[in-house]
Every structure is written in structure tokens, then in C-alpha cells.
């Protein structure tokens, strides 16, 4: 069982940033994953990473705003989200991948955490 536990949400204003961290308790590495939920929608891909770290996969909301990088030394994933708009505002959770493709499909994702709020207020 793997058990993740994001941290860093909170609220800031329109243009404003954060940094996500996922800290996951494992003895080996996974490709993670970043999804966020707004209310009443559907949970959705955001940014994925490779478990070396040395390949991304980017949502079009997210590309050129967002950054999706890892220590595995730390056992943790980071999301650094700049520019931010009123429409990211979200739960973002983290979720850990057992497989060796890169997905962006939430059904592929084995593990997930409890999530962090982000609030972007305009």
C-alpha cells in the first residue's frame, strides 16, 4: 500500500502562485500524477511525471504556467503553479502509477491522495 499526503494549497489571488507537494511512503518509485476536481466536475489531469523525472506530460490549462518536478531522495513530488487563474481553483491531488507508460487517464492511477485545496480569488 502506498499512502500520499499533498501539502501547500491554500488561497492567493489571481496571477499569484503555489507550490504542491506530494510526499508518498514507498520503498520503490512510481510515475505520479497531478489531477484536480473543481466542484460539480469531473476530476482531471493536470501534469504527470516520469519516475526518473525525466519525462512530463502537461494538461493544455496547465502547460507553460505549470511545472511538475520530483526528489525521490525525499520520497516527493512537487507541483509549482504560477499565474494562476480564478479557474484553478480546485481539491489537486497527487496519485502514484504502477505502470511504465506516462498516463494522463485518472483510471490508470493505482494510488491517490486525500487532496489539497487551492482557492484563486479574482
Known amino acids: 500500500q502506498v499512502q500520499l499526503v499533498e501539502s501547500g494549497g491554500g488561497s492567493v489571488q489571481a496571477g499569484g502562485s503555489l507550490r504542491l507537494s506530494c510526499t508518498y511512503s514507498a520503498r520503490t518509485t512510481y510515475n505520479m500524477g497531478w489531477f484536480r476536481q473543481a466542484p460539480g466536475k469531473e476530476r482531471e489531469f493536470v501534469a504527470a511525471?516520469?519516475?526518473?523525472?525525466?519525462?512530463?506530460s502537461y494538461s493544455d490549462s496547465a502547460k507553460g504556467r505549470f511545472t511538475v518536478s520530483r526528489d525521490n531522495a525525499k520520497n516527493t513530488v512537487y507541483l509549482q503553479m504560477n499565474s494562476l487563474k480564478s479557474e484553478d481553483t480546485a481539491v489537486y491531488y497527487c496519485a502514484a502509477d504502477l505502470s511504465v507508460v506516462l498516463h494522463r487517464s485518472r483510471g490508470t492511477y493505482n494510488y491517490w491522495g486525500q487532496g489539497t485545496q487551492v482557492t484563486v480569488s479574482s
Open positions: 511525471i516520469t519516475r526518473s523525472g525525466g519525462s512530463t
